[in-house]
């Protein structure tokens, strides 16, 4: 439930501290107005010399590179001493002229803590213990508010709780919110059926990843997989059985690619594709053998099949040397050349692109 802190933004934080400053002097005006001259010096020795220059150095101290993990911390501290130097202006008006200076104003100080600078709930409840216990002490040694002392620390406490369930709520509300932004995301990013990749985030990861092999000069291989006359395994065998085969080609792949670079994808109805990175020639023939060797190795019975009488695949693969020429259509569209030829060869194998290869489909 703790505040990421990722998620500070310094500049913000920044600008609410120089809101809270302009808030804080926009009273003084106000306060002197009430306050005999001894008063008025007591008053201004807590604004001038205590208040605006912990507010200034919390302005400092978001600049701090590392503020961001400091926060909570930061922003506790500063509306603590915030609070106290108001009991202390509290104490001195009483014990001078036995003047009753409000402490309502110590309360707007922990309020901005808990919504404006949104500190979370365990740090709130650190900082409303500590200017209550704060408040107790000061109005057990002096009787300022008279008969009121007991009302006015009661209406501080419910203040404080009600505050407080207000943090609570939102900190709950909020995390519900990024689980739930988390699922939909990731909802947005995985293909429902098979778990891996959609088209979508294939499509963002080919690019990225091209985008950085260029300037490593790594090599590319696409891979693209196509079930054989799926739709007469269909008309046979129904769709909820074909939807397993899908989901079975799409385990055997997130099996065989297993890098954290590798982009298995399903790329529409019973086709997939893979984007490996770095291999050789050599191992990008064996991992396309792979494929189809899985569903020999299977041997789901698909009576309909025009070839071998059980489930197979066919693949068409391209292998590249990227360099700043290389296009992602131009890789998947040889790639593509390559499948439409293992289908001409009689489905149930693998083709690699040659620069020779004309469209057969
Ligand atoms: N069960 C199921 N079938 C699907 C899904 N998506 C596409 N298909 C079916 O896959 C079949 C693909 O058929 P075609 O494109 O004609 O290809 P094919 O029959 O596999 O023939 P070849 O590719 O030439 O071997 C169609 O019947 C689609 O309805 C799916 O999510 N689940």
Redesign the pocket.
């Known amino acids: 439930m703790g505040t990421d802190p990722r998620m500070v933004d310094a500049k913000r934080i920044r600008l609410l501290s120089v809101i809270g400053a302009v808030l804080l002097s926009s009273f003084i005006a106000v306060d002197l107005s009430v306050l005999t001259d001894p008063l008025q010096e007591i008053y201004l020795t807590s604004r001038l010399l205590m208040q605006l220059p912990v507010c200034f150095v919390f302005f400092l101290l978001t600049f701090l590179p590392g503020y961001p993990k400091i926060h909570q911390e930061t922003v506790c501290t500063v509306v603590l001493a915030l609070v106290f130097s108001n009991y202390w202006v509290i104490v001195q008006c009483w014990e001078l002229e036995q003047f009753v200076f409000p402490y309502e104003g110590t309360l707007v100080y922990s309020l901005f803590a808990l919504f404006v600078f949104r500190i979370r709930f365990s740090t709130a409840l650190v900082l409303c213990a500590i200017s209550l216990v704060g408040f107790a002490i000061l109005l057990f040694n002096y009787p300022v508010y008279g008969d009121l002392n007991s009302i006015n620390f009661g209406f501080v406490i419910c203040s404080m709780f009600v505050g407080l369930i207000g943090v609570y709520q939102i900190e709950s509300g909020l995390s519900k919110l990024r689980t739930a932004n988390g699922k939909l995301f990731e909802l947005s990013q995985i293909d429902q059926?098979t778990n891996i990749y959609n088209r979508g985030t294939y499509e963002t990861r080919f690019s990225d990843q091209l985008e950085f092999n260029k300037r490593t000069g790594n090599t590319m291989c696409v891979f693209i997989v196509?079930?054989?006359?799926?739709?007469?395994y269909?008309d046979g065998y129904g769709?909820v059985q074909?939807?397993k085969i899908?989901q079975l080609q799409a385990e055997m792949l997130s099996k065989t690619f297993r890098r954290t670079t590798d982009i298995v994808a399903r790329y529409g109805?019973?086709e997939f594709v893979v984007v490996t990175t770095n291999n050789t020639e050599q191992e990008c023939e064996q991992l396309a053998q792979q494929i189809i060797a899985q569903w020999e190795t299977q041997h789901i019975p698909h009576n309909n099949s025009d070839e071998t009488g059980h489930v197979t695949c066919s693949v068409g693969y391209h292998f590249e040397r990227v360099d700043s020429r290389s296009r992602k259509e131009k890789i998947v569209e040889k790639a593509d050349l390559a499948l439409y030829q293992a289908?001409a060869n009689g489905?149930n194998c693998f083709v690699r692109y040659q620069e020779d290869m004309i469209d057969v489909s």
């Open positions: 059926l196509d079930l054989d006359s799926f739709k007469k269909n769709h074909g939807d899908i109805g019973e289908k489905r």
